[in-house]
Nanobody
Framework: VQAVESGGGLVQAGGSLRLSCAAS????????MGWFRQAPGKEREFVAA????????YYIDSVKGRFTISRDNAQKMVYLQMNRLKPEDTGVYYC???????????????????WGQGTQITVSS
């Protein structure tokens, strides 16, 4: 599976962005998908995950109510709608395919076996 993120950029605090992740090859449709982010000098951090069916989602507390993860299995796409962005949301955002169908262990990077190259999000105050 290959994953390519797009949709990053510079936005003012309070603004919105929608990230897209295009997956190709492999068994995209059989696994959960996740979004992670990494700020300069910090470890990669889990943001959100979604099951294959889209019926279950999971978010870190800091983005609940502001971010929404979704997927279109027919198009092999995963999305992250980000609203009311804050400067602390700044970082490189990565999508990844989980080894698992469920959201078990979805917060850990080791649960994912394919990663995109990342897209930069910068939120100015």
């Amino acid at each position: 599976v290959q994953a390519v993120e797009s949709g990053g950029g510079l936005v003012q605090a309070g603004g919105s962005l929608r990230l897209s992740c295009a997956a190709s090859g492999g068994t995209f449709s059989s696994g959960a998908m996740g979004w992670f982010r990494q700020a300069p000098g910090k470890e990669r951090e889990f943001v959100a995950a979604i099951t294959y069916s889209g019926g279950s989602t999971y978010y870190i507390d800091s983005v609940k109510g502001r971010f929404t993860i979704s997927r279109d299995n027919a198009q092999k796409m995963v999305y992250l709608q980000m609203n009311r962005l804050k400067p602390e949301d700044t970082g490189v955002y990565y999508c990844a395919k989980s080894r698992y169908v469920s959201l078990n262990n979805s917060r850990t990077t080791t649960a994912y076996d394919y990663w995109g190259q990342g897209t930069q999000i910068t939120v100015s105050s």
